[in-house]
């Protein structure tokens, strides 16, 4: 039982770059999030879906765009990077609002 | 939206003494309070949670209390052992969203 799979573990990009986080799930949950983890700030919402066609935005979502296409896949997609996106990001994924979240092991991203 | 405020941000104990960390949120609205450890480099992890119509829950030597009217709920740790340190996260879930603290870096000292 996979859970929650996040690729890659590491990237670091340029300034202006594009790039992709994967995100897949195979406990057949509706809800998955998008958070960024930064030094004494926890975590923060970027955008989370409730199941596939439908996204909405969360506490941080400029500068990030998701889609939900089927039930196991959540990318977040970074348009052109910048230093401040530099941050640890984390997917997770919930049958329900009120039951626990399982989270990946999160993309240590660096932006130069 | 939800706002969840999370204190101490740093604790040390001495091996075998209990922790609390306490939270506070403002949305009564709230119905689901997991609390989440995550160690350097690794994932947080559910360690315990509740729900809005039960005031206390225990697992072993890990309880969470809830207070409805005061919105605050709190993790109490007993007998603390050295691999209890870690970074420890509170929630509020409201409908589809959660909503963290900002953390308590718990250090237990052999």
């Known amino acids: 039982n996979a859970g929650v799979t996040q690729t890659p573990k590491f990237q670091v990009l340029k300034t202006g770059q594009s790039m992709t986080l994967q995100c897949a799930q195979d406990?057949?949950?509706?809800?998955m999030s998008w958070y960024r983890q930064d030094p004494g700030m926890g975590l923060r919402l970027i955008h989370y879906?409730?199941?596939?066609?439908?996204?909405d935005q969360g506490e941080v979502p400029n500068g990030y765009n998701v889609s939900r296409s089927t039930t196991e896949d959540f990318p977040l997609r970074l348009l052109s990077a910048a230093p401040s996106q530099t941050s640890v990001y984390f997917c997770?994924?919930?049958?329900?609002?009120?039951?626990?979240?399982?989270f990946g092991d999160g993309t240590r991203l660096s932006i130069l | 939206g939800e706002n969840v405020e999370q204190h101490p941000s740093t604790l040390s104990v001495q091996e075998g003494d209990s922790a609390v960390i306490k939270c506070t949120y403002s949305?009564?609205?709230?119905?689901?309070f997991p609390w989440y450890k995550q160690e350097l480099g690794k994932r947080p992890q559910l360690i315990i949670d509740?729900?809005?119509?039960?005031g206390e829950k225990k697992d072993q030597r890990i309880a969470v209390t809830l207070n409805k009217t005061a919105k605050h709920f709190s993790l109490h740790i007993t007998e603390t052992q050295p691999e209890d340190s870690a970074v420890y996260f509170c929630?509020?879930?409201?409908?589809?969203?959660?909503?963290f603290g900002t953390g308590t870096s718990l250090t237990v000292i052999p």
């Open positions: 949305d009564s609205a709230s119905n689901y």
């Open positions: 509740i729900r809005s119509n039960v």
């Open positions: 997770a994924s919930t049958a329900t609002g009120n039951q626990p979240q399982h």
């Open positions: 406990m057949n949950h509706e809800y």
């Open positions: 879906s409730v199941g596939a066609g439908i996204t």
């Open positions: 929630a509020a879930s409201i409908g589809n969203q959660f909503y």
